[in-house]
């Protein structure tokens, strides 16, 4: 039996989900996700952070225009508090460091949410799990925090259902094809589905799923990045007063950490290209974020109690792609978003679902569509 619906979005990740809910305000939405459950891959793999100053100049938008937005999602979705105030103290360590955040401060200087410049000794203060006198230069992201991205993605899912639309597991998008003016979409055993635009939000599988569909690819390259949690001997050295232990990133982006629980985050901030796949931490870049996030804190660290791996895909710009190729209508993009998937969600969700419906951006997303567009690659 041949099912038919406004919007077919491919992809149960932060992405699908979110521009799925956003698509259903106005549109019959069906949701497909290849495993038979959502967000197992980079969704719920990811640090779980919101960080302006973060990414491109475009991303960094995106980010700051997505902060007010969390608040109104949580209240508009019945979800908890999304975000967690958790200040990022990026820190240099040596001279690669202090140049890599000489240009940062430079480069995002008077944009709203950009880190701000602080001593070394008040860096120390923030986060005393530091070795005293090795950091040579720091900056402060106040606006920072953790993300509940569970619930964050689950309200998305909650509010797609009660709109009506329709969320579908364990259904694999195994053909893509043109049908009159639209698309015929074949995925898993409930029949093929009749729709007049396609969302690719399948993550690193974008440009697999766009292949199925004799669509250009936009040349994503997933990347894998490793994050473990270790065991901190002394647990209260990650104390601090305020109770506020800062993120630490180090400006060169060779590692950062924060607290989990009564251990310790740590990732030695990999981009490893790998094809898509269900990827698997590998051991020396574990042992990699141990070694360099105990050079810097002496805190002892040497038991992993677990650790995985997620794919970060980026086309070689580094912004998302959003759009459709003007030879393939009604195939849209919602991909590419490398780390900033989860942090930027709820401004790039409302933008991409202006793309697809023709209508205005949103004006809290002040962002030109030829800036995410596929034509610009």
Same mark, same amino acid.
């Given at each position: 039996?041949?099912?038919?619906?406004?919007?077919?979005?491919?992809?149960?990740?932060?992405?699908?989900?979110?521009?799925?809910?956003?698509?259903?305000?106005?549109?019959?939405?069906?949701?497909?996700?290849?495993?038979?459950?959502?967000?197992?891959?980079?969704?719920?793999?990811?640090?779980?952070?919101?960080?302006?100053?973060?990414?491109?100049?475009? &991303?960094?938008?995106?980010?700051?225009?997505?902060?007010?937005?969390?608040?109104?999602?949580?209240?508009?979705?019945?979800?908890?508090?999304?975000?967690?105030?958790?200040?990022?103290?990026?820190?240099?360590?040596?001279?690669?460091?202090?140049?890599?955040?000489?240009?940062?401060?430079?480069?995002?200087?008077?944009?709203?949410?950009?880190?701000?410049?602080?001593?070394?000794?008040?860096?120390?203060?923030?986060?005393?799990?530091?070795?005293?006198?090795?950091?040579?230069?720091?900056?402060?992201?106040?606006?920072?925090?953790?993300?509940?991205?569970?619930?964050?993605?689950?309200?998305?899912?909650?509010?797609?259902?009660?709109?009506?639309?329709?969320?579908?597991?364990?259904?694999?998008?195994?053909?893509? +094809?043109?049908?009159?003016?639209?698309?015929?979409?074949?995925?898993?055993?409930?029949?093929?589905?009749?729709?007049?635009?396609?969302?690719?939000?399948?993550?690193?599988?974008?440009?697999? &799923?766009?292949?199925?569909?004799?669509?250009?690819?936009?040349?994503?390259?997933?990347?894998?990045?490793?994050?473990?949690?270790?065991?901190?001997?002394?647990?209260?050295?990650?104390?601090?007063?305020?109770?506020? &232990?800062?993120? &630490?990133? +180090?400006?060169? +982006?060779?590692?950062?950490?924060?607290?989990?629980?009564?251990?310790?985050?740590?990732?030695?901030?990999?981009?490893?290209?790998?094809?898509?796949?269900?990827?698997?931490?590998?051991?020396?870049?574990?042992?990699?974020?141990?070694?360099?996030?105990?050079?810097?804190?002496?805190?002892?660290?040497?038991?992993?109690?677990?650790?995985?791996?997620?794919?970060?895909?980026?086309?070689?710009?580094?912004?998302?792609?959003?759009?459709?190729?003007?030879?393939?209508?009604?195939?849209?993009?919602?991909?590419?978003?490398?780390?900033?998937?989860?942090?930027?969600?709820?401004?790039?969700?409302?933008?991409?679902?202006?793309?697809?419906?023709?209508?205005?951006?949103?004006?809290?997303?002040?962002?030109?569509?030829?800036?995410?567009?596929?034509?610009?690659?």
């Amino acid at each position: 039996m041949t099912h038919s619906a406004d919007v077919v979005v491919i992809g149960g990740g932060i992405a699908g989900a979110s521009v799925a809910y956003e698509l259903s305000a106005s549109r019959s939405v069906v949701l497909l996700e290849a495993e038979t459950a959502l967000a197992r891959h980079s969704t719920a793999r990811s640090a779980a952070t919101y960080i302006p100053g973060h990414g491109t100049r475009p &991303v960094r938008a995106l980010i700051v225009a997505s902060g007010p937005r969390f608040a109104r999602l949580a209240a508009e979705l019945d979800a908890p508090p999304l975000l967690t105030p958790r200040p990022v103290v990026h820190v240099a360590v040596d001279a690669a460091g202090e140049a890599a955040l000489t240009t940062t401060l430079g480069e995002q200087a008077g944009e709203p949410g950009a880190p701000v410049s602080i001593d070394p000794t008040e860096a120390e203060r923030r986060c005393p799990m530091l070795v005293p006198g090795l950091v040579r230069a720091a900056a402060v992201v106040e606006g920072a925090a953790d993300v509940d991205t569970e619930a964050l993605h689950q309200a998305y899912v909650r509010g797609l259902r009660r709109r009506g639309g329709t969320v579908r597991a364990a259904a694999r998008v195994t053909a893509i +094809e043109r049908s009159g003016s639209g698309w015929r979409v074949h995925a898993g055993t409930g029949g093929p589905i009749d729709t007049p635009d396609v969302v690719d939000a399948a993550g690193a599988w974008a440009d697999v &799923v766009a292949g199925l569909a004799g669509v250009p690819r936009v040349g994503l390259v997933p990347l894998r990045r490793t994050i473990a949690v270790v065991r901190v001997p002394d647990p209260a050295r990650l104390r601090v007063p305020d109770g506020r &232990v800062p993120m &630490v990133r +180090e400006a060169a +982006e060779r590692f950062y950490f924060k607290p989990e629980g009564d251990g310790l985050l740590v990732s030695p901030a990999d981009e490893t290209p790998v094809e898509p796949h269900d990827v698997r931490p590998d051991e020396l870049d574990v042992a990699t974020a141990l070694e360099r996030v105990e050079a810097v804190t002496g805190l002892g660290l040497r038991s992993v109690r677990t650790s995985w791996a997620g794919l970060r895909s980026f086309v070689p710009d580094r912004r998302p792609v959003v759009g459709a190729w003007p030879d393939h209508p009604g195939f849209w993009f919602c991909a590419g978003q490398g780390g900033s998937g989860i942090e930027s969600a709820p401004a790039l969700s409302a933008f991409a679902a202006a793309v697809v419906t023709g209508e205005p951006v949103p004006a809290d997303v002040p962002l030109d569509p030829a800036t995410f567009s596929p034509t610009r690659l």
